[in-house]
T-cell receptor, first 109, second 112 residues
Framework: DAKTTQPTSMDCAEGRAANLPCNHSTISGNEYVYWYRQIHSQGPQYIIHGLKNNETNEMASLIITEDRKSSTLILPHATLRDTAVYYCIVIDSNYKLTFGKGTLLTVNP | EAQVTQNPRYLITVTGKKLTVTCSQNMNHEYMSWYRQDPGLGLRQIYYSMNVEVTDKGDVPEGYKVSRKEKRNFPLILESPSPNQTSLYFC???????????FGQGTRLTVV
């Protein structure tokens, strides 16, 4: 599976959009980009995933560049409860989720 | 409600005393896996199962066993726990197509 690179930490003001980048320059054509988050020591929670096109759901939007070498997770109106570690994961059909260190997003009041 | 249930949530045990952490899912998922999470090392996969009676090693399988006799259950067995298995454990399940994985709430294990 392709490796991902994320910033170690980011801050965001409450109510503002949080934009979390992820670099996956070695991604191959059949690999999906998944985002999960982990709040404190709870189980990781699925956020969104995509292959080529941008995706949006009730939690977030996922923007994938045309060359698919990077993506951005957007939380449109961050709240204090969005403070968490966010993981960007690239997987193919082997189903295994390999977690990196992720980005610690801190939402400030 | 779709969920993965782990038990117990917290466990303190002594070295060498066999224990089992149970994991059950209600989504008819084929794929199940176990992870452990340690400070500075992140989430690492211990074992996984693609379906009933099909299990395989993940990245850190030493000291652990699993079984998959029914689709919904995937217990993690520590035959002779040691202090280096003190960790936070998560069970996860997902379907075989590109779908989301569901994680349990975690089991915090301390081996003294």
């Amino acid at each position: 599976d392709a490796k991902t690179t994320q910033p170690t930490s980011m801050d965001c003001a409450e109510g503002r959009a949080a934009n979390l980048p992820c670099n996956h320059s070695t991604i191959s054509g059949n690999e999906y980009v998944y985002w999960y988050r982990q709040i404190h020591s709870q189980g990781p929670q699925y956020i969104i995933h995509g292959l080529k096109n941008n995706e949006t759901n009730e939690m977030a939007s996922l923007i994938i560049t045309e060359d698919r070498k990077s993506s951005t997770l957007i939380l449109p109106h961050a709240t204090l409860r969005d403070t968490a570690v966010y993981y960007c994961i690239v997987i193919d059909s082997n189903y295994k989720l390999t977690f990196g260190k992720g980005t610690l997003l801190t939402v400030n009041p | 409600e779709a969920q993965v249930t782990q038990n117990p949530r917290y466990l303190i045990t002594v070295t060498g005393k066999k224990l089992t952490v149970t994991c059950s899912q209600n989504m008819n998922h084929e794929y199940m896996s176990w992870y452990r999470q340690d400070p500075g090392l992140g989430l690492r996969q211990i074992y996984y199962s693609m379906n009933v009676e099909v299990t395989d090693k993940g990245d850190v399988p030493e000291g652990y066993k699993v079984s998959r006799k029914e689709k919904r259950n995937f217990p993690l067995i520590l035959e002779s726990p040691s202090p280096n298995q003190t960790s936070l454990y998560f069970c996860a399940s997902r379907g075989l197509m590109n779908t989301e994985a569901f994680f349990g709430q975690g089991t915090r294990l301390t081996v003294v």
